[in-house]
C-alpha cells in the first residue's frame, strides 16, 4: 500500500516476538519519502498496536530432541551435506596443497605459497513461523540467528516460500530450517632452500567465507543434491582472516615464511 509504511521490528529482550504495524503516512508529520525514520519512531511509541507474533525457535544442539526433530540422523546428514554441496557450487570443489604463488627474489630460496580449500556445515537452528506473518517480518526474526542483513534475508525467504515482495504474507505455519556453511582457504608460505632441498610450511593465514543458507524443513529428499535444490544461500557474505587480511596477502606471507626461516 503506497499510503502506509510497513514496520517490522523486535526487542532483543524479548527474541520470540516479532512486532508489526502498518504505518499511515498521513500520520507522520515530517514524512518525506526518503526517510522511514520518523515511521519506525511512530511504531516504537504505539507498539501496544501491533501485530505481535510469536516465533519459536530450536536451536541446533536442541533440535534433534525436538518434535520437529528430522526423521533420521541420515537425514540430518543429508540436509547439511546439501548445504555444503549449495555453497560449492559458489566457491569450487575442494583442494589441497596447490601452487598459488612462488618467488625467487631470495634466490636458490624459492618461496612459495601453497593454498587448501575445504568447508564446513553447521545446523543453526529451526524456526516456526506463523501464519500471517509478512516476509519482511519473518526476516527480522531470523537476521539473528543467521548474522546477516535484513534486506537478503527478505529476498531470500521469499525465494525459498515463492513470495515477491517483503509485505506478502505466509499464509499458513511454516519452519526455516537455517544453516551457515564456510569456505575455508588455508594458505601455507612454504620454504625450499635449494632444489634438492624438501619443500617446508613456515607461515599460514587463512581466509573464511561465511554463508547462510536457509530452507523450509517440510521438504524432504533422498540425496544432498535433492537438498541443494530446495536451499536458498542468503545473498550476504561474511569474510573472516586469520590473523588478518594483510597476513593473508602472498606477499606478506612469504616474507613472513623467510624471516621465520632464516630466524
Known sequence: MKDSILVSFLYKAEPDETYEMRVAKNALTNFTGSKYAEALEYAFENSDQASVY???????????????????VSDATLRLNGATTKVR????TEYSWISWANSSAHSPVVLRIRQDLSYGAEKMGLTTLPGGITVAATAVALADLCGVAIPALVAAIGNVLSLYS?????????TIETYKVTACYLRYGTVK???NSAETAYATATKNI????????????SS???YADYMTLVDDVETLYIPSEYAYGTSALMQEAYNNYIG
Open 210 to 221: 561465511v554463508r547462510c543458507v536457509i530452507m523450509d524443513s517440510s521438504k524432504s529428499g
Open 54 to 72: 510469536t516465533i519459536s525457535s530450536v536451536l541446533a544442539t536442541e533440535a534433534m530432541t525436538d518434535s520437529m526433530t528430522l526423521n533420521s
Open 193 to 195: 632452500p635449494t632444489s
Open 89 to 92: 557450487s559458489v566457491y569450487g
Open 166 to 174: 517483503g509485505a506478502d504474507y505466509i499464509e499458513d505455519n511454516v
Open 224 to 226: 544432498s543434491s535433492d
